[in-house]
Nanobody, 123 residues
Framework: QVRLVESGGGLVQAGGSLRLSCAAS??????MGWFRQAPGKEREFVSAIVWSADSAYYADSAKGRFTISRDNAKNTVYLQMNSLKSEDTAVYYCAAARALDYGLGLESRYDYWGQGTQVTVSS
């Protein structure tokens, strides 16, 4: 049974940092990614990693501030978020894809989803 278990969300001041974790079980994946959704907004891509290549990809809003990484032994993906801004406030979702040849940034390309974890950045 495939499970994605997220943790690490919370309340942080602007300029602060958080690290999100997503522990996967049940199978291996080609890629894993992070999406976020603020109230009244569309869900948007944040970052993704191709597992075997350890190759990272970022939305423009995340570049220079966020870092995605993996721990192969723990089958876990992390999102280190630094210099947080109020516009980063959202529910963050972990996602996993069995296979991809395009569309790392497209929600529809992912097969499994975590429950989401709330990130709130105060001014």
């Amino acid at each position: 049974q495939v499970r994605l278990v997220e943790s690490g969300g919370g309340l942080v001041q602007a300029g602060g940092s958080l690290r999100l974790s997503c522990a996967a079980s049940g199978r291996t994946f080609y890629a894993m990614g992070w999406f976020r959704q603020a109230p009244g907004k569309e869900r948007e891509f944040v970052s993704a990693i191709v597992w075997s290549a350890d190759s990272a990809y970022y939305a423009d809003s995340a570049k220079g501030r966020f870092t995605i990484s993996r721990d192969n032994a723990k089958n876990t993906v992390y999102l280190q978020m630094n210099s947080l801004k109020s516009e980063d406030t959202a529910v963050y979702y972990c996602a996993a894809a069995r296979a991809l040849d395009y569309g790392l940034g497209l929600e529809s390309r992912y097969d499994y989803w975590g429950q989401g974890t709330q990130v709130t950045v105060s001014s």
